[in-house]
């Protein structure tokens, strides 16, 4: 019995790890930014992006949000994403589900681990 209940434990803790780093690749960084721009939620745009990107988006407000609604982007989920990883830095290019690419490309910092969106203005 109790071998069983450290296996469950450790298998357990085992998953914990694996569904932590599965959510921290430049899509999933893309998506929750995205997410977080159709609903207008700051905080958690500054969980996945760099200080200058939410400054950036800041600046902008709520056009953001209504030029992504124009643009028919109201769920990033109907979106399919393709990721190119070079080191710490990374580019994510979304298409609409009819195949139409997406604007710019997106760029990405790895950041103390962490993918970071990385929208710079000097570009």
Known sequence: MRKSI????C????????????GNTPTAATKKFFNAA???DSKAMAE??????VQLMGMFGTKIQEAMKEAG?????????????????????????SG??????INLVKIDGKWMVNIDMNK
């Open 6 to 9: 450290k296996f469950v434990f």
């Open 11 to 22: 298998f357990s803790i085992v998953l914990l790890i694996a569904a932590c780093a599965a």
């Open 38 to 40: 159709i609903e207008n």
């Open 48 to 53: 996945v992006a760099t200080d200058e990107t």
């Open 73 to 97: 982007i109201t769920d990033v989920n109907k979106l399919t994403f393709t990721e190119e990883i070079n080191g710490d830095t990374a580019t994510v290019r979304m298409k609409s589900p």
């Open 100 to 105: 139409e690419e997406g604007g710019e490309a």
